[in-house]
């Protein structure tokens, strides 16, 4: 009975009995799920455009800002840094293009998968071989100060990355919609076969969306970099975007940032309310958990495309 | 096909060579010359855990071949050493282990495993292989019983004296251990062997003193800790000590500004205590603690040795590996005890080249006075200590260093450890060990 | 002219199904079963512990995993966690009950993992594909965070790890600091070759058909009378089952001693590795695979020292990555069926040698 | 060679089946019986509600309305696997063989229903799971040579023309021995010469085993040369039943092959079969 009580009673007493903190966890929550948001929306990039579930996403974003924080420290300013950073994640989708994918057309994605296993390894030794182990700090001038608002404290850094993450997030969407790599982008996502045939090449496209998913993969380096420095442990930020994919659908963008925020809110919220309880740092597999548990309910995610079957 | 038979042929390469790197492995022991003492070194240049490890594995590097370039080796037995990478990962570290405790004339001096985890894969083997394990100030607490560990050496002191130094630190801030009754303090940890240490030291503390301890687990890596501190904040806990290492104590310290945390409130076990944990926070980390046994910075002899004999007086140089880093202090030490172990034991067995069971009856004979500290060049820099056959962990004081922005320097004097209540722990743990495996314990 | 079956012929359905049908087969076999054997007595122990014995129970955890992916085309990441499973049980009973025997314990510690995976396997009947990939990846967290947390698992030990005590059989150490490699070797040795036979017995019956044909087709699989949900479970238990006992050799055969980190998700992506560079569907793919994944690191870290190259160490260890990474998707390039596909393939020629067609 | 050609009493009864999917309705009120021993052939233009009905019968469907009656008694919503083990075996229109898998293997899985020894006997692959086995490849080996393709035992089906898979596929259901058989277009995409060696293998089946057949075919006149009596289906309705010779001279029948309008709106129901994924 008490076991009950303390599972199934007192967190919500809790969470009623200090609304301001319950709005505090929440928010931390959204901001943190933005955060992984940024990472997942990577994958679905290129999962949408070409059916690779690319998971050296995470090292991609750790080269990024690897990069980023390499050619900063030799003197380049930040503007000139960042753009140098994304020529070479666009070089960087070529070479994929050139020397990886063109070799595994029509392959199983199973194989397509093991092979950015792969891809992860060499980013890692060759990201690490160029700039060094050792953890950089990546200061690209995004205040840190925190401040109070009726109780609930907030961190300038936080929303600024949940602003830029929006922006991202918009970019994305006039790109998709409104020009013609975009539309020829989703008409690939759409059919391979029609959009070969009405003339898009699968190089062309698959390079475009390495390279933004790149792009992607900088925005997050350099947040995720911003806040706990640069170093290998980044690479290991696509494991909390995971949860985040399978939650919102492998080919869905507005899954990856509705996923985010149900994982932040819900992991943060179980972790503070309900880790006690098991003895703490629960979040991790409670992400799994809860995107388990809704899978089961909806095998294609929240918003990925729906599985029929026929005979 | 042809890159099929391009394959088959790499294949069969890949198998030539297997066949080429077996008789390689064992032939290579017979190419050092005799007058050489073999130090293997397990270290982490990469993986996630490599800010930390850099410095490590450069404070190694560098106290041994000062000991070469500036007294022409150990009583005239040139050191010689070898570097294999673990990433931090004990399999790799078992693998380093295996591939270097053979090699040179004498087969391993000692080893430094330098991880709480490998350690433990060692302790075992220990024995069995006769090469003594110096884990200095982490890995088995019980090993602290010489009586059980006779081959496991992890003074100057251990994680449970540590956290009980700590308590009876916050005791005197508080003024007096009366004034614990009531308080909270939270154990920030690394979810993992290593973190988990401390707990059971402060659970028996807080009950002893009447302190409100939580307890509070980050996972590995650490990269996200916003939970944590959100419990931080709801708590608001008189002091905070924290296990971490790697990423988990950049982003903590980071964390604890964020939410304006008192940061002198907050310490940092001396895993937590580094150059590479307060910079990437900034101004933020100003007033943050850590517990230490050791100086931090280059303002001792030792120091302005190896920049003449090791840079060539390029200092520079030296700053860009890492001299007067916290961790790369530490190793100095760490070598330093190894060298000095070899000495002792040269007193009883001659100058020559000394086996790991020889090394091992030097480290259960080490006595650092305040004297041969001065020797050494490291007065002031750490406590001196002496080893025995009962106690391997040599009486466990620390001392609390503060960040001021720019260094670490020494905030306290040196702290004993609640010797009453750490003693025994360490006895039981053992004796449930030596019991566990069959080991009748020497009577010392 | 060497390879060659013609001559031989198969007078019943049993011959016929013979696992090695053909006789230059079974020597082969025979010649691999006496190196096997005598590996002990050139290798040292750097071989013995750094790869032979991570190789055997590697190629034991390979099989489970390739029964569930290879045979079922069920993704799992969960490997890890159900190695960690047999790993902690095998500890929790062999200091319950000291005096049971460890090969026993080793079974029963299987059996748990294989109860761990018929749960985990639970959500396969709705979820497919990479959805189900990553869903293994709540029991790989899970489980880890439970042996992790849970201090009955580790005799509330202070700091979560578990060490292999000392267990004999029939007077031989088999198990702790005392059991020299050999030894260790040939229990690991005995063991997976019971349970690779085990293993190649169930997938050329009737289980292993209805594996493959869930794997090929549910659809068609379940119209044909084969219950999705039964099949499916069987796999992931059986499969479990296999990685449990691995589990248990990587801390009681291999390393001595273990913490939650050493069945991390690292270890789930190398076994998942190992099948697919090894083949998907095939028992000897596993070994092949592991093989390639235990032996191409080893190789490349002492390469530098073979050709007498001195470099940072740092350097090396980065260089070696790459090329880790970059041999695994030339494989795939040139091979996605694996190794064992190679292998055939040249056992076609060589029917065929010295005559091209 | 005994012949068991003489029809027997009724096997299975649909009665007033009713399917729809989303709002598009596959089959309305559908009554039609189908006996023992004989060959029902199923027709209709495309969309007509065919391969939804033996969807139904199987199971896959679950219908909307309707009563299904098999051997006697009526049956509640199954799952396919357990018709399957009540007798009823069936081919696809698209070829649904287990791609990875030999000739051999894919007819053994017809057997599976039948086999009994556990999976710790199968790991052991002694005594009794051995005889089993080998029980089961006898039985397996009857069926390969009475489709007369011994040569490709051991070929992985995937390599296998387009007509000879068909013939597996026919294999693997007719190794199940089953009571009842579905054949889902058997001969769509054959030639001529594939045509006539499936009929006579669908005759012998018939004649030799005595095996109840319902089967759908586009092609009119194998349907009516080798059918005992032809259930025609239109528009999700039967709008015909009888032997051959009466459905061929069905007014209906007629109208609905030559696209006379109906009294239906032709905007309901969509392609008759949600087509066969080989690779769902």
Known sequence: MDLLTAVFVAPFLDMAGSPVFLAEVVIVGVLTGVMYSLVALGFVLIFKASGVFNFAQGVMVLFAALTLVGLMERGVPVWLAILMTILVMIGLAFAIERFMLRHLVNQEPIILFMATIGLAFVLEGVGETLWGSNVKALDVGIPNASFEVGGILLNEFDLFAAASCAVLVAVLAVFFHYTTIGRALRAVADDHQAALSVGIPLKTIWVIVWSVAGFVGLVAGIMWGARSGVQFSLSLIALKALPVLILGGFTSVPGAIVGGLIIGVGEKIAEIYWGPLLGGAIENWFAYMLALVFLVFRPQGLFGERIIERV | MKLRNLTLSLVGLSLVGAAAGAAGSLVTTAAFAQAEQFFPMLVYRTGPYAPSGIPVANGF????????????????????????????????????????????????????????????????????????????????????????????????????????????????????????????????????????????????????????????????????????????????????????????????????????????????????????????????????????????????????????YVYGGDEAKAKENNIGEVLYNRTIVNAMFGVEAVRTAQGKFGNKPLTGKQVRWGLENLNITKARLKELGMEGFMKPLKVTCRDHETGGSVIIQQWDGKKWSFSSDWIPPISEVVR????????????ENNITPRSC | MIYREAGQFKTTYTADQAVFPIVQDRWFIAAVAFLALGVPFVANEYWLQVVLIPFLLFSL???????????????????????AVGGYMTYKITTAFPDLNILVVF???????????????????????????????????????????????????????????????????????????????YVALAIVTVMAVAAKNLVRGRIGR???????????????????????????????????????????????????????????????????????????????????????????????????????????????????????????????NGLARLWQITKEKLRLWPFPY | ?????????????????????????????????????EILGIIGPNGAGKSSMLNVINGFYHPDEGRITYKGTTRKDMRPHEAARQGIARTFQNIALFKGMTTLDNIMTG??????????????????????????????????????????????????????????????????????????????????????????????????FGTTIALIEHDMGVVMDISDRVVVLDYGRKIADGSPDEVRTNQDVIDAYLGVPHDIPPDTPPDDTPHANPQP
């Open chain 2, 61 to 308: 590097r560098d106290y041994y071949t000062l000991i070469n370039e500036r007294d022409g080796g150990i009583n005239g037995v040139k050191i010689t050493f070898e570097e294999c990478e673990t990433k931090y990962n004990t399999k790799l570290g078992v693998e380093c282990y295996e591939k270097l405790k053979n090699k040179g004339p004498t087969g391993a001096t000692l080893v430094n495993p330098f991880s709480t985890g490998i350690t433990y894969q060692l302790i075992p083997k220990a024995p069995v292989d006769e090469v003594p394990i110096l884990s200095m100030g982490y890995g088995r607490t019980a090993a602290a019983d010489g009586r059980v560990f006779e081959w496991i050496f992890n003074f100057p002191a251990t994680y449970w004296s540590q956290a009980s130094a700590f308590v009876r630190y916050v005791a005197q801030q508080e003024g007096g251990e009366a004034n614990l009754k009531g308080k909270k303090i939270a154990h920030v940890y690394h979810n993992s062997a290593y973190g988990k240490e401390a707990n059971a030291t402060l659970e028996v503390l807080a009950k002893k003193y009447g302190f409100e301890l939580t307890l509070l687990a980050v996972d590995h890596p650490g990269q996200e800790q916003k939970s944590t501190w959100l419990q931080v904040r709801r708590l608001k806990p008189d002091w905070i000590f924290m296990s971490g290492w790697g990423v988990m104590n950049q982003v903590a310290v980071k964390e604890a500004a964020a939410i304006n945390y008192p940061m002198d409130h907050f310490v940092g076990n001396w895993w937590s205590g580094s150059d590479a944990d307060v910079i990437p926070a900034g101004d933020g980390s100003i007033g943050y603690k850590s517990t230490a046994f050791h100086g931090a910075g280059t303002g001792w002899p030792v120091h302005q040795d190896i920049i003449k």
């Open chain 2, 424 to 435: 025994p722990m360490i006895e039981e743990a053992a004796a449930a060990y030596a019991k």
């Open chain 4, 1 to 37: 060679m005994i012949s068991n050609k003489h029809i027997g009493e009724v096997l299975l009864k649909l009665e007033d089946i009713s399917l729809s999917f989303g709002g598009v309705q596959a089959l309305s009120n559908v009554s039609f019986e189908v006996r023992e021993h």
């Open chain 3, 61 to 83: 955890a390979a099989i489970g995993l390739n029964l569930l992916t290879g045979y079922t085309g069920q993704l799992s990441l969960g490997t890890g966690g159900f190695m």
């Open chain 3, 107 to 185: 079974a029963a510690a299987g059996l748990i993992s294989a109860g761990a995976g018929l749960v985990f396997g639970l959500p396969s009947l709705r979820i497919k594909g990479f959805y189900l990939a990553v869903a293994t990846l709540a029991s790989q967290f899970f489980l880890g965070w439970l042996f992790n947390r849970v201090g009955w698992f580790y005799n509330y030990s202070s700091s979560g790890t578990i060490t292999a005590p000392p267990r004999e059989i029939l007077g031989i150490m088999v198990t702790g600091p005392e059991a020299t490699a050999e030894v260790r070797y």
């Open chain 4, 111 to 208: 057997r599976n229903t039948k086999m009994r020894r556990n999976f710790l006997w199968q790991a052991l692959y002694l005594g009794p799971a051995r005889k089993e086995e080998m029980e089961h490849r006898e039985a397996a080996e009857r069926i390969i040579d009475f489709l007369e393709i011994e040569a490709i035992r051991k070929t992985p089906v995937g390599r296998l023309p387009y007509g000879l898979q068909k013939r597996v596929e026919l294999g693997r259901a007719l190794t199940a021995e089953p009571d009842l058989l579905l054949l889902d277009e058997p001969m769509a995409g054959m030639n001529l010469e594939e045509k006539e060696d499936m009929c006579r293998f669908i005759l012998d089946v018939n004649d030799e």
């Open chain 3, 210 to 336: 209805s594996w493959m044909a869930i794997r090929d087709m549910d659809v068609a699989a379940e119209i044909i009378g084969i219950r999705p949900f039964r099949t499916k479970l069987l796999a992931f238990s059986i499969s479990s089952f296999y990685c449990g006992v691995a589990g248990a050799m990587l801390v009681f055969l291999w390393l001595g001693s273990a913490e939650t980190e050493a069945f991390d998700i690292v270890v789930s992506f190398d076994v998942l590795f190992m099948i697919i560079i090894g083949g998907l569907g095939s028992i000897l793919g596993s070994f092949l695979g592991a093989a390639f994944i235990v032996l191409v690191p080893v190789l490349l870290t002492n390469a530098p020292q073979l050709f007498g190259l001195t470099m940072a160490i740092d350097l090396q260890k980065h260089i070696e990555v790459v090329l880790f990474g970059s041999l695994i998707i030339f494989f795939l390039i040139v091979e996605p």
